[in-house]
């Protein structure tokens, strides 16, 4: 078992998922997740 991570379609948010494997039911969801930092450009010259 490993948790692993995603982002949604908008990319805002990084969600968790535990993965068992390939069979049915092998990636199920905390429920948790983080938002996800856009990038600013005047931070990455830093």
Known sequence: MK???R???KGD???FYFD???KKGGK???GIF???CP???D???V
Request: glycine share 4%; no cysteine; charged share 35%.
């Open 28 to 30: 199920i969801a905390t």
């Open 39 to 41: 990038r600013q450009p």
């Open 13 to 15: 948010k990084i969600f």
């Open 34 to 36: 983080i938002y996800a």
């Open 7 to 9: 982002p949604n379609k």
């Open 43 to 45: 931070r990455e010259k």
């Open 3 to 5: 948790v692993a991570e």
């Open 20 to 22: 068992y494997g390939r």
